[in-house]
């Protein structure tokens, strides 16, 4: 098996693509909506109970913190398939995950080898914050990143070319459909590279040239369309404040000084948290002449120099999030790949005690399979779940033994099989006692209550939005906000009497763990 598998390394890696199904697949739908999912999946389901896909709105009130490109995908799934499943909410960020490590396989490769371009892909797609968060969630970011990736794509390809009017128009539209979804974020990104790498390049007039005017045109077009329509239905002055609002949030504006100074020394150790285990290759970045060789290699150099001019801004800021920063992690990411593809033979003793500390960690990952059956968890087949994953890992740790040249790849397939034990024990564990099932149960037995009745809230009744999207997806109809008592009125209790209302049920949500309560205003009663 050895010998074959040496000769024949593609086994390894075609194993690896067929494993990420069933990692990021298995039980992706079966927690409750969580974080900030809540709010694009409440803002995609009123754009479909209202008709109205251009004007983005919470209970029916106009919401100006995101544009709405990732709402319009979340809405398609809604149409095409008359589901409205959190497995739905979570497809337009998982699926493009698969796309955005085979497009940084296929653009990688060109320059550095299908070896360190899978490498570089699989990093990525694996590394912690990915495997076990984000691709957990139907946020934006993902899908965003992915974009924004490939506008650094089209800025160096054509740069190469010298095809100037494609590099600043195809760029452009990117971001353009970039800042559709996230805002403001996409001009930083787009004017700090251009701006950079020109200057860097000794071509900053290429900034003053028509073609550059050519695709300014192009995102001002399709940036300014959408809001000229927007504003058919509603003033553009709330999406003003809003998004300069934003543009504010978690920077050191928004936060106390010495919080600011604190993140400056943290914020390079939690990154490495979150791009762990690749990270520890991060040290073959250290080993002599290898600054010198990526300034003599021109794509090296392109991605160190959009990364180095792009991460300050994060790296100031206290209160960013590492997923906002996954158009940036691939760069990082090849070039680490690099360093450890052509590092390994010139430092011996630093790759011994790498990978000697990644096959411990996999050891340990693996033994730890059998605290698993000791869980207080009801999972069909729990010993032959864990028998079936100790012996995978067990042979892949082998082969990590025996594979010298191919140990990314074992450790790819360990850290996938660890994941398809995540989704088999660890999400139903969390299922059974998260607090969030049970919020989700309470909005759907109001919901199923108030069913062929109105059903308003109160202004000002702090519901979370996730609660507000359980009840409108089971109801079919917008929870709107309304002062009027009649029929039925989700409203915090003793805020206001009526007399012709009495309570009727109650609710928890998440806020505070507060409790709302429906009043029950029906004139028969």
């Not at 396989?105 to 914050?129: D, E, H, N, P, Q």
């Not at 079936?388 to 740790?397: D, G, K, R, T």
């Amino acid at each position: 098996m050895i010998a074959y598998l040496k000769k024949n390394p593609s086994a390894l890696y075609i194993a690896c693509v067929l494993l990420f199904i069933p990692a990021y697949f298995i039980n992706l739908g079966l927690m409750p909506l969580l974080a900030d999912e809540g709010t694009r999946a409440i803002v995609a389901i009123e754009m479909l109970f209202s008709g109205n896909y251009w004007v983005p709105t919470i209970n029916g009130e106009f919401y100006y913190r995101k544009p709405p490109v990732f709402n319009w995908i979340i809405v398609t799934l809604f149409k095409l398939t008359g589901n409205f499943s959190e497995l739905m909410i979570r497809i337009p960020s998982v699926v493009p995950l698969f796309f955005y490590g085979l497009t940084i396989y296929l653009w990688v490769k060109r320059y550095l080898g299908k070896k360190t371009a899978f490498l570089s892909a699989v990093m990525f797609v694996t590394c912690g914050r990915i495997i076990i968060y984000a691709s957990l969630l139907g946020h934006i970011d993902i899908l965003y990143s992915w974009v924004t990736f490939m506008s650094f794509i089209a800025i160096w390809e054509y740069y190469k070319k010298e095809k100037w009017l494609l590099l600043f128009v195809v760029s452009y539209f990117l971001s353009a459909a970039a800042f559709l979804m996230k805002g403001l974020p996409t001009i930083l990104f787009q004017g700090i590279t251009l701006t950079v790498f020109f200057l860097y390049q000794k071509q900053l007039k290429k900034l003053f040239s028509w073609q550059h005017l050519a695709g300014i045109s192009i995102f001002f077009l399709l940036v300014g369309g959408y809001f000229w329509k927007y504003s058919q239905y509603n003033e553009l002055t709330g999406w003003v404040v809003e998004l300069w609002d934003q543009s504010g949030q978690r920077t050191p504006l928004d936060k106390k000084w010495y919080e600011s100074v604190l993140h400056l020394f943290t914020f390079p150790l939690e990154q490495l948290g979150h791009l762990a285990p690749w990270s520890l290759l991060v040290f073959f970045c250290f080993r002599k002449g290898f600054i010198k060789e990526v300034k003599s290699h021109p794509f090296l150099l392109f991605l160190s120099v959009v990364f180095i001019v792009n991460i300050p801004v994060y790296w100031i800021s206290p209160g960013a999030l590492p997923r906002y920063m996954f158009m940036l992690y691939p760069l990082f990411f090849i070039v680490v790949a690099y360093a450890y593809s052509e590092g390994p033979d010139k430092t011996p003793v630093l790759r011994k005690w790498i990978e000697n500390i990644l096959l411990g960690a996999t050891v340990i990952a693996t033994l730890g399979l059998w605290a698993v059956p000791f869980m207080d968890v009801d999972v069909p087949f729990m010993f032959l779940k864990t028998g079936s994953l100790f012996i995978a890992s067990a042979v892949c740790i082998w082969l990590y033994i025996q594979l010298k040249d191919y140990r990314f790849l074992s450790l790819t397939l360990i850290i996938l099989i660890m994941r398809i034990g995540f989704n088999w024990f660890i999400l139903p564990y969390r299922h059974q006692v998260s607090p969030e099932v049970y919020h989700k149960s309470e909005a759907i037995k109001i919901a199923q209550k108030t069913m062929g009745r109105e059903l308003t809230k109160h202004p000002g009744t702090p519901i979370n939005h996730v609660s507000s999207y359980y009840i409108e997806a089971v109801r079919g109809d917008i929870l709107f906000n309304s002062g009027d008592w009649k029929d039925y009125k989700i409203h915090p209790l003793g805020s206001e009497e009526n007399d012709q209302c009495f309570i009727n049920d109650s609710m928890k949500i998440k806020y505070e763990n507060m409790t709302l309560y429906l009043y029950n205003c029906l004139e028969e009663n």
